[in-house]
């Protein structure tokens, strides 16, 4: 490891033979990013801005595609870009830095259109460059931002400038963001009313073709051209579509405008503007329901937050994964007025519905002795009457009930899915001793899906279940109506004897733990011995 006084020490003659050697032997990128490195020394910014603008264009002219890899290396590249910006030319020249920046950020549509960016590594560098903008922009006047963030925010594409609101929060201050709401509530209103001009167009249009169509059923032949054409525009969807259009790209607009509106609302700290933001839509959605109830609770409006939250009747219609959220919100609420046993309730229908084994951990904590020995009783019954199998068996397992699992495996033997081995296999090691025939069932159970369908690649993974079942075999003494190893054995072979990819694989398991068996033999002998010697 390469310490920073090492260097100090080496001085700087030895150092700049030690940056031209590698620069001469390193590869392309890496030399740009020596040579940015290098200008940035200087006092005076123009090398490396002339450095960083050619590699902006040089980005921006490039057309070829991005792979997964590739972008990883070049969200990296990226990065030391934005960093050169903000940590080399910001200090220098704030302008040249702001302008730098946006122009950095405006290639990141035609960027991440010709790349593979799952991994997110290039959309996250150009989030952050926006941030860095809300530092950078503090040449800005109170107006010229509200300007510039109402521009950007509604901006169309993948929009890196989906957090400017909050990028350019202290640049705004208070003044700014009331400004800015403003503005978006005047741009609102004028969509609202160009959107009714155009619904009440629609409707004239329909009212003057009724009346049209009352005329053709009284004179056909005279209007039967007219008609013909109009049923052959409307069936080439050429008809009317400008109209719908406009209005489709007016709710997509208005629906930008409300996320503006409550992003200034957060950042305001206002929670009855993020209603009111909310309610821009004719009907405030389940999503939004909770973010008001969330932000209600910040501010400590309980009895609001439950009003809220009342509206959302119906649980089936949430999102599995909005439910938690609806129940957390609702014992928050209801803990934050004081009412400790209705929120216990609510913990109680959440883990019967669910059960979860830290709203079970939740439920225990806060109960009396007395409540936690007749709620962990009763909790076995939930889990066997659960109509979710799997999720039954993972809490039994999750919460150490063992002897319930066993009893559970048993009794679901014919309900449970082998293939859910991320569950089955855990919970088959931790029976081992406890109770090998039902360790049994579960390895056999997860036998079962891989021959069945011929997964070849799982062949390893079922010959070591099997050979699991062979060693569990001496262990058990009662079968009940299980089919002992010995039949199960014998069946098996017969049924998949064909399958000579897993014999060989059964065969390579049976050999490994052969060898394993001979080294803990000789282990244990060797300890022996020298216990004896002791």
Known sequence: MIKKEKLIEAGADKLADIILFLFSNCNKNFKKQIEILVAGINDDP?????????????????????????????????????????????????????????????????????????????SETFSDACHDLGTIAIHFSSQE?????????????????????FDFKDILGKKGLLLLQKKFEKELGALQKKSLEIQKEKEEEAEKDKNKSSTLEKEPLMHLSMFFGKVMINNLGIYNNGKDDEKQNIKYRISDI?????????????????????????EVSINDILDIAQRMIAHWRADEALEWLKKINNLEKLHYESKPKFWELTIQALELKGDYSKAQEERIIWFNETLDTNVYGEILKYSTPELKKSFRSKVIDTAFEHQNVNMAFNFLLQAQEFEALSKFIYIKIGELNGRYYEILRPAAELLHEIDPLAATILYRKMIEPVLSSGQSKYYAYAAKDLLMCEALDPKISLWQKIQPHSAYFKEFSEKHKRKIAFWEEFKTAKQKQGTQEVKNQRKIKKKNTIEEIE
């Open 145 to 165: 931002a509200v300007d510039f963030v109402f521009e950007k925010f509604l901006k169309k594409g993948y929009s890196a400038y989906h957090k400017i609101i």
């Open 258 to 282: 409300k996320n503006g509106m409550k992003n200034i609302a957060d950042a305001l700290g206002n929670v009855d503007a993020f209603v009111k933001a909310c309610s821009i839509s004719s």
């Open 46 to 122: 123009k090398e490396i801005i002339s450095i960083i603008k050619k590699q902006i264009s040089s980005i921006n002219r490039s057309s070829c595609f991005i792979d997964y890899y590739d972008s990883i290396e070049l969200g990296k590249n990226l990065k030391q870009i934005r960093l050169r910006i903000v940590n080399d030319i910001f200090p220098k020249s704030q302008k040249d830095a702001f302008t730098l920046m946006l122009a950095f950020l405006d290639i990141h549509e035609k960027l991440l259109d010709r790349s593979d960016d799952s991994g997110g590594s290039i």
